[in-house]
């Protein structure tokens, strides 16, 4: 027998552990060791009144019993606290999630200072080098400066290109014949290149973004990419990620986003997802209003659409009324047109010739009668750009500042004070002092709806850090209310936002705009100064020079609808202050998957998901949101993947037409719930009201003339459907939009929809279906997913659904949750569930989506304000009460 079986044997068959194994594990067992202390060394007290036990021992004392034993209850607290810690054997280890990174024990200033000692003592302890960033560091570990970026791109493409047109047959043949590699040295000029690239050591030239560096009013290559009457090109990034950048544009925080978030491709930006760490609980905290907010979320929501649009004709009223027909009348009323309160509403498409149909959402500002901000989301923002040019360009001039004006989303308790901590004005401005005022609100409802400041404020990076304003000025809600009122607050407002409006005032802000070496320099010779009781030396802030810094005009609204605050700004300054944001305590930042979380939380339709009744919407619904479930499921293996043929007891009558799932599995199937409800008015209508579910003893009819299927019973319907589906090889959004349109009802114009009378069986596919937006909140557990089925309450079954409502126990006092439920049938089937889980703030599921409107007309009994929702793929029906979500 070998040695090691031998040592193998020794140990029981347990592998045999090295020094520093056991040292850690020891390390563990000492951590997690309580010490005890003996119960006559804790009771030394003669007296029986100070004995913790009674005679019998049958009755403790708790103070005595405490006192008695608060060695041991502070050894507990000591071995909790020391366990917590005793596996962390590196500093960056001890880190909070949020500042652990890969290069965190590698790189000593991304530790905190308090621990940069220790984690030097471990690096030298493991023979590692710290990058301390020293200057003074050997030639070796120097960067070596080359071709700058634009020249080694050149000849790295060169080289390129001359192998290929030295290999290429095809590319031989298209060249002249007297054109060869021999002649013209093809050879020699690669390996020229290659030498070049290789050991060139010129001096790294600053490359300009701009089309002529000469043009350019600072060293950081800013200027203003605007598009007047036309659209506006893709900004120009750096020359090192340009292949990247061809088809989908970067944000100015791509970079730092792609350290912290997920990104997607959408609508030609790069947006980010969602952050790299769990957020859900976090969003919901900071972003939902709760009471328990005490931080701030922010997001760069730059790819937002922004266009100028100003009124060029003699026709004063003519923008006004442009306006009322992209808005059907809203965005023209007093409030926003006088008021000059931010409109959050609906755009139409007025290109078409019958009813204008939804496009959008969107964000209008009135700057003065001749003048709008038009911010619109980049899916429809073509649309309503291309409309304005082709038919008003006389009349308006359009300026598209999609990459000229930036944008930064803000909510929660600190979004004002987080602000406030980075921003400060060039002048004594009244706009500025009243910003302050405002800037310890928490709870931003309390603040009147129209809430704009415009105001010019110097480089946030002239602050070493952020530092939060001492607010000397009481909050009083009056006084703001009359300052929204003050002439001359108005004039500083308008003033403002003409330099944010022209281009003029955008390529002013970027004169002399200073490059990072350049204000440290200046910081450098601020703390070197002999001035010491200077405060701006004191709080280490570079001094503004009114003649020659850069000033920046900023535009904040306050959103009423989204609960969230507005900041725009000139694109190159989005970044500085998106550095200076992102530094403040307790401000995180998110992506599109928050904003729908928060928006599903207030009760609110995200677009485009919750938008089927626009061409986005059902876009989203029926290929992106379908095709990525559909891809997921086809990925798993048979035997591990759902089969919704096969799920049975889903309704209370089996027809023949469906097997299993009814619609589409893996979207909200709008045409599915067109040809049902549509379906039965015309069953009702052509049989006397009676609504039979299938004939026996016939098959299905067709009529030879028309070559269409006969409607005599609801199984005829889901075979029209069968027919539909197998010709478009599913549900598209040919299917749905614009032929079928989906149409959105208010809940007032209920009442006033009357029967649409059906001529034939084709105006079942053609005729909309109007639909309501509903919040469906689940009464008992469980919670709806997104394309969970909505039905209604079927009347022989209202009596049940009730007692369930009001809640069935058992004898032992819990709820009976295991009653045997009634089904409903197929044509119950009343609406889709778009946006569905569990609710934090209410603490029950609850899902938003829409209803057929017509279920809601009549009195409100039980049946009109409860509804059953069954998720995707079970035969498990859940009681909901439904309340009606504004739009």
Known sequence: MSGANKSHDKNGGKKQLNPNQIFR????????????????????????????LSEDGTMIHVDRFIGSREYELKQLQYAMLKSKSSSSTRVFQALPRKL???????????????????????????????????????????????????????????????????????????????????????????????????????AKQTTSSHVNSGELNNKCGSYD??????????????????????????????????????????????????????????????????????????MDTSFMGTMIINNISENKPFLKTVINKLTKGRAILNKYYNSKHLYEGLIYDVQEEEEPKVLGPCNLLWVNPDEIIL????????????????????????????????????????????????LRSTNNSKTFNSFKKVSNVSDSSVLPSKMNFAMEVIDPRHLSAPKKIDNKYPVDVEDIILMSEDQSLNDEYNKILKKLTTVEGREKSYENQQTLKQLSKRRQELLEAKNINDPNT????????????????????????????????????????????????????????????????????????????????????????SKALRVKWEKKTPGKRLNFEKVSNIHSTQLPGVSGEIGDYFSCDWKFLQLVQNGIEYLKQTNAGQL???????????????????????????????????????????????????????????????????????AITKIALPV????????????PKDNARIYSIPEKDIPYWESIGQGVYKANGTLDNDRDIPLPEITNLIGFITSGTFNLADGHGRGNGFIASKHLQGEQSFDKRHVLIRNVGTNIYRLARIEFISV
Not at 28 to 48: C, F, G, L, P, Y
Not at 160 to 189: D, E, F, G, I, W
Not at 714 to 735: A, V
């Open 375 to 422: 911010r619109l989301h980049p899916a429809i923002y073509s649309t309503i750009f291309n409309y304005l040019t082709k038919f008003h360009s006389k009349e308006l001039s359009i300026q598209d500042c999609r990459y000229s004006l930036a944008s930064i989303t803000i909510r929660g308790a600190k979004a004002l004070t987080a602000l406030s901590s980075i």
């Open 692 to 762: 039979p579910m299938i004939n026996e003893g016939r098959t299905t009819q067709f009529d030879a003339k028309h070559r269409s299927r006969l409607i005599n019973n609801i199984n005829d319907l889901l075979e029209l459907y069968k027919d539909i589906t197998d010709d478009s090889d599913g549900p598209s959004i040919e299917s749905q939009l614009p032929t079928t349109p989906i149409c959105l009802v208010n809940s007032k114009a209920i009442s006033k929809l009357e029967t649409k009378q059906f001529e034939n069986t084709a």
């Open 100 to 202: 652990r990174r890969r290069t965190a024990s590698h790189n000593v200033k991304r530790i905190p200072k308090r621990m940069r000692n220790r984690a030097l003592k471990e690096m030298l302890k493991n023979d590692q080098q710290s990058n301390t960033g020293n200057k003074n560091a050997s030639a070796t570990n120097k960067k070596a400066h080359g071709l700058s970026s634009s020249r080694l791109y050149r000849a790295k493409m060169s080289v390129k290109l001359l192998r290929l047109a030295s290999k290429s047959m095809s590319m031989k043949l298209a060249l002249p014949s007297h054109v060869t590699a021999s002649k013209y040295n093809v050879r020699q000029r690669i390996n020229y290149l290659k030498k070049l690239i290789k050991d060139s050591k010129v």
């Open 538 to 625: 004191q709080k280490r802030m570079i001094q503004f020079k009114d003649s020659s810094d850069p000033s920046i005009p900023l535009l904040l609204l306050k959103r009423p609808k989204e609960n969230d605050w507005l900041l725009i700004m000139p694109w190159f300054w989005h970044l500085p202050i998106w550095y200076q944001l992102n530094r403040v305590s307790r401000v995180y930042n998110m992506g599109l998957r928050q904003v729908q979380q928060l928006s599903y939380e207030n009760k609110q339709l995200y677009f485009p998901d919750d938008y089927p009744f626009t061409d986005v919407g059902a876009l989203e619904n029926s290929t992106y949101k």
């Open 225 to 298: 990419n605007t598009g007047l009457n036309t659209l506006a090109p893709l900004p120009r990034g750096r020359i090192k990620y340009c292949k990247r950048q061809r088809q989908f544009t970067w944000l100015p925080t791509h970079i730092w986003n792609a350290k912290r978030s997920h990104l997607i491709k959408r609508w030609g930006f790069n947006i980010p997802w969602s952050p790299s760490q769990k957020c859900f609980k976090l969003a919901h905290r900071l972003g939902s209003g709760v009471a328990a907010s005490d931080g701030a979320l922010c």
């Open 25 to 52: 594990r020891q390390k563990v067992r000492n951590a997690r060791t309580i010490r005890t202390e003996a119960i006559h060394a804790s009771n030394k007290s003669k007296n029986d009144l100070d004995k913790p």
């Open 772 to 783: 309501t937006a509903v919040s469906c909140n689940l009464i008992r557990r469980g919670h």
